[in-house]
């Protein structure tokens, strides 16, 4: 395989040591069919063992490698390095405080993820004996697409209502709620709606649809959020018409 | 001692079996503080790359008897049959209990689940969604388990030390990665659910962090690993990067041709018989690395080495996209061949360890209070030879019913002194130190880790002779000298995976010592273990467990009788 | 921990930009809003006051500013056909969402109708009055 060198710019940051982060240059010699991540393991392995950054399955399914690739959040390990220049920089994704290096602080999504509830809810609990649920294909289809996260963070580092409202829930955890909610085995949009609807939910969202842009898998969140905001309406206003009724 | 965290059960490992034993905890007993500790975010956990299924009865015309045939014959008789049996029992509740917590199965047109042919099965029985069965069940397991408060997470701290006193497990010495500080995080019980151990290979579908931690861990702190010998070869890598081709490619119809085109298990003899792409997995990897050998293999530019074709063209591009979606990413994304036009390049590829921390059917350990599950155990369900979509099953079945035991465990037991626990631990955080930035004049981790998985494909392939075994069992000792003397750069206490990662060869490093003694013990050739010198199975002297301890002075060989009971063995020929 | 960094193409990025430039128009609405309130105190003010409204419309400054504002909307409807597919529910009732092709090409179909119709009665007003 023909080999050639290429400038990696990486960002590197230790807290220990560096007051900010700062670009540091490998020349890498690489391999024509190598994905970026393949260059910084390069880099880990061959010449600098000091740089950090997180990877794992490096088959675009575990969602560890996010990293902004000369200023787009890219999945490393499916990113060509052919599709760029002899200068590649690659920095940690936009959006969140870096630990280190390339590794960015996840805590705060895994809090806005847990909040919204994202298992299935249920007024009685089903027992294994009554036997898997039947669910229609369409049924399936209606909530297939939006299961599809891997949790890369990609989205939250494109997004501009995250970087200006830190509470916004952000594209993957609310795709993920809405997800549930359009599930047919689900029973708790109800019980989601007031943290869905409420302050940094999906009326924050001001449909940017950078999300959809970067999301490696094809997820839409911003899509999924703005049928969650056409179906809080919804139910919004015929909560509004029934209680009207009622009280006539 | 930076910090010491006090929980009733404490997980190490945060997949698909980590996560089935938390629940079983929290529903067993709701007051029980489960500490759930994974050196990645769960989510990350290697159980995302699974692809192709999930095995349990689902269909009027299969049967339990029929899915434990198949187990056992699968594992050419070194199965423990209760075990199977068990667990086939099992398989059909779990499944179902993941499609309550929101698994999107795959659906017939009724709404019934969907379920798909597998390697070695007899009838349709693998449970699917789509070609991403790992990544949905871990999702769903893990956005299930966000809903018990007491399961608490402590993720990205890697385990050290299992801390033991008397014979009793206590706890764990846990690195956390992010501030770099060592944390006794104590618990009644254990349970060890880390997967396996590939990366002590070169080529291999495993991902980055399987490194054999829950295995490393057990063996140091003195348990036998059972049956390491027996590593699984998948049929189907990608050339290059080994990335995982599901079995269900076959499953749907899919075909394997060699470089005249020729479906080369049904034109020749491989032990298959009728049912061709659908043989276990032993027999189609050594089917393939014959026709290689035999100069009927696929050339590709720029890759060494020769493959065989997986042919799924006349599928057509509706099936594949409906039923293999991933497939065709992965082959477009990772070797530039859209399987609707063409035949994807493949080869075996290092995928599972049969092996592992030896425990009996409720996953218990030889010391009290320390269980283990999934791949990191071998409680002897997959005997020489795993089928396909059995593995998901196991870390449900046997995550549960770990967990389940551990939580009746900790209702009696007392815990062993704090204070000589956390002595323990301060032992660990003293070796860590140690470790820091060692200005050492040896090797690189990256350097003796390239030695090693060398090592281990010259001598743990998926055809072995004696004195390839033989000799990389020495070179593995000798490399585990060497560890002594690595090099380390990174000072730093924060994220430092240069650590981590020499962390994580010293345990693979255990790992590939358990793995060489135990596979030149064994000469015959049974299942995924296929000795060119010794190619018949030969029940007489060798139907029986091997086990591997760390002993005064490296490891010790020992075995353990398989447990029969209904079948007895007979040959294996599909 | 470095604190966080903003979008590192924000907002110069060339999708960042027309998000930008969807989001700045609504300063566009300000002023037309204003100039909708005048219109109607005009109209219930009386005829001498309404002609005047009329008149302060030919100002060039004031038909520049509604060519910009006639631009920027066709702008954002455009954008806005583009991205409604997706914002629909996947299914109402028993009836699958259709596919985006169709979707699109019915809002352009609706919104070349609607222009035309209210191009042409623009031109009849316009002649009539002539």
């Known amino acids: 395989m023909a080999e050639h060198t290429k400038i990696i710019a990486v960002t590197r940051f230790d807290p220990e040591r560096d007051d900010a982060p700062r670009s540091q240059e490998y020349e890498v010699p690489v391999q024509e069919d190598w994905k970026v991540l393949e260059a910084l393991n390069y880099i880990k392995d061959h010449l600098d063992p000091t740089l950090s950054h997180r990877w794992s399955c490096r088959m675009a399914v575990c969602g560890s490698c996010g990293m902004n690739v000369n200023g787009e959040p890219k999945l490393t390990c499916r990113e060509p390095l052919s599709n760029y220049g002899e200068r590649v920089e690659v920095a940690p994704l936009a959006n969140f405080p870096v630990v280190r290096d390339l590794v960015v602080e996840l805590e705060g999504f895994l809090e806005k993820l847990g909040a919204l509830k994202p298992w299935i809810m249920l007024a009685k609990q089903r027992a294994p004996e009554e036997g898997a649920t039947r669910q229609s294909p369409a049924e399936l289809a209606d909530f297939k697409q939006f299961s599809m996260c891997i949790n890369c963070m990609l989205c939250y580092a494109a997004c501009p209502v995250v970087a200006n409202e830190p509470d916004f829930l952000g594209p993957a955890a609310l795709a993920t709620a809405h997800r549930y909610n359009l599930d047919s085995r689900d029973e708790g949009a109800a019980q989601r709606a007031e943290i869905m609807r409420g302050e940094g939910g ?32 919804l139910s919004w206003a015929r909560s509004f018409v029934v209680r009207r009724r009622a009280a006539s | 001692m930076d910090s010491v965290l006090h929980y009733d059960i404490v997980i190490v490992g945060g997949g698909a079996a980590g996560l089935r034993a938390a629940i079983a905890v929290a529903e067993a007993d709701p007051q029980l503080r489960v500490a ?24 009027a015309d299969d049967s339990l008897e029929a899915h434990a045939y198949d187990t056992v014959k699968g594992s050419d008789f070194l199965g423990d049959q209760p075990v199977i049996q068990y667990f086939v029992e099992r398989a059909p509740e779990e499944l179902v209990r993941l499609e309550h917590w929101g698994c999107p199965w795959s659906r017939n047109d009724d709404g019934t689940v969907a379920t798909r042919a597998f390697g070695g099965m007899t009838t349709k029985r693998t449970w699917f969604a789509t070609d991403k069965v790992g990544f949905h069940i871990l999702h769903t397991l893990f956005q299930t388990s966000l809903r018990y408060e007491r399961i608490e997470r402590l993720d990205e701290h890697f385990v050290t030390k299992l801390l033991v006193q008397d014979g009793r497990c206590g706890g764990v010495a846990a690195l956390d990665i992010r501030s770099g500080e060592t944390r006794a995080v104590l618990g009644r019980a254990v349970i060890l659910a880390t997967g396996g151990g590939g990366r002590a290979w070169p080529f291999t579908t495993n991902g980055a962090i399987k490194t054999g931690d829950g295995m490393a861990l057990a063996y140091r702190a003195g348990l036998a690993l059972k049956d390491m010998e027996f590593v699984q070869y ?38 298959v018989g009728q049912k061709a792409e659908l043989g276990p997995r032993d027999m189609i990897s050594r089917a393939i690395t014959q026709e290689i050998a035999a100069g009927r293999g696929v050339s590709l530019p720029g890759k060494t080495g020769e493959f065989a074709h997986l042919d799924l063209r006349h599928l057509g591009a509706a099936k594949i996209d409906s039923r293999l979606p991933f497939v065709r990413e992965l082959a477009r994304t990772y070797i530039g061949v859209d399987p609707v036009h063409e035949p994807i390049p493949v080869r ?7 092996g592992g921390v030896d425990t009996d059917i409720d996953g218990a350990t030889q010391i ?101 075994m033989r000799r990389a069992a020495a070179q593995i000792a000798e490399l585990g000298g060497r560890f002594a003397q690595l090099r380390l750069q990174d000072g730093s206490r924060v994220f430092n995976t240069e650590i981590t990662a020499a962390l994580e060869l010293r345990n693979l490093l255990d790992v590939a010592a358990a793995v060489t003694v135990a596979a030149a013990e064994r000469r015959e050739s049974r299942g995924a273990h296929a000795c060119s010198d010794y190619p018949e199975r030969n029940d007489g002297e060798y139907l029986h467990h091997s086990l591997v301890r760390l002993g005064d002075s490296g490891p010790v060989f020992d075995k353990k009788p398989v447990e029969l009971g209904i079948w007895e063995p007979e040959e294996r020929k599909y | 921990m470095a604190p966080p960094r903003p979008p590192d193409r924000f907002p110069a990025g060339p999708r960042y930009r027309s998000y930008l430039l969807f989001g700045m128009g609504s300063a566009l609405m300000l002023p037309l809003g204003f100039e909708l309130l005048c219109a109607l105190w005009a109209l219930a003010s009386g005829d001498a006051a309404w002609r005047e409204f009329q008149a302060g419309l030919r100002h060039p400054l004031r038909i520049a500013g509604h060519a910009v504002a006639g631009v920027w909307l066709t702008w954002v409807a455009l954008r806005f056909f583009r991205l409604f597919p997706k914002t629909q529910p996947f299914r109402l009732g028993p009836f699958r969402r259709p596919p985006d092709w169709l979707l699109v090409g019915g809002l352009y179909g609706v919104f070349a109708a609607a222009s035309l119709a209210l191009g042409l009665w623009l031109a009849g007003r316009i002649g009539g009055l002539g």
């Open chain 1, 202 to 233: 999906v009326f924050s969202c001001s449909y940017a649809n950078e999300c959809a842009e970067v999301c490696p898998k094809n997820v839409d969140p911003a899509g999924a959020i703005q049928q969650a905001k056409l179906a809080n309406v």
């Open chain 2, 234 to 271: 998948h049929p189907t890598g990608l050339p290059g990067t080994g990335i995982l081709i599901t079995e269900a490619a076959r499953g749907e119809g899919g075909h394997l041709k060699n470089a005249e085109g020729e479906r080369f298990l049904i034109t020749r003899d491989y032990g």
């Open chain 2, 36 to 59: 759930l500790v994974s050196k990645v975010y769960p989510m990350r956990s290697h159980t995302v790359s699974a692809e192709g299924g999930a095995a349990a009865v689902a269909r």
């Open chain 2, 368 to 468: 009290a209070g320390l269980y283990a599950a999934g791949e990191t155990a071998c409680v002897s369900l997959n005997g020489a030879n795993r089928l396909g979509s059995n593995s998901l099953t196991e870390c449900l079945v046997f995550g549960a019913r770990s967990g389940a035991h551990s939580a009746a465990h900790v209702r009696e037991a007392d815990a062993p002194p704090e204070a000589a626990l956390v002595e323990s631990a301060r032992a660990a955080e003293a070796e860590l130190e140690a470790l820091r930035g060692r200005q050492g004049g040896g090797e690189t981790v990256a350097q003796l880790r390239d030695a090693m998985t060398r090592a281990m494909e010259e001598g743990t392939g998926v055809y072995r002779e004696q004195a390839g």
């Open chain 2, 348 to 354: 075996p590829v290092l995928h599972y360890m049969m």
